[in-house]
């Protein structure tokens, strides 16, 4: 008897026996990779290499976001500066012209 329900695709257990010879194979592999020294030694330098260079690119990223968050503080500094510039003048203006408006009063 056929599925109705499965319109060309992949057997569900089909597929789970296929995916566990397939695990199988490679456990065996690489039990009989590692069961030599020398391939031993091999896999750990590699492995050794590869966590090394996660390390550095760790570190670069964390160098990066630093430097980006220093750049956007002192640009929020250097803006707030002008802010705080631009308020004072608007005081200044502002009080100047109440005493005009004061003196014209008089």
């Not at 992949?10 to 566990?20: D, L, Q, R, T």
């Not at 194979?25 to 069961?35: D, E, Y």
């Not at 705080?84 to 502002?94: C, P, Q």
């Amino acid at each position: 008897m056929t599925n109705q329900n499965n319109q060309g695709g992949i057997n569900p257990v089909a597929a789970a026996v296929a995916g566990a010879v397939v695990g199988a194979g490679v456990a065996v592999a690489g039990a009989v990779v590692l069961s030599n020294k020398k391939n031993r030694e091999k896999v750990k330098k590699v492995l050794t290499n590869a966590k090394k260079q996660v390390e550095n690119y760790i570190e670069n990223a964390e160098e990066q976001v630093e430097d980006k968050k220093n750049e956007v503080e002192d640009k929020f500094t250097e803006e707030k500066k002008k802010v705080e510039r631009v308020t004072k003048s608007i005081k200044n203006s502002l009080d100047h012209a109440v005493k005009d408006v004061k003196k014209a009063a008089r």
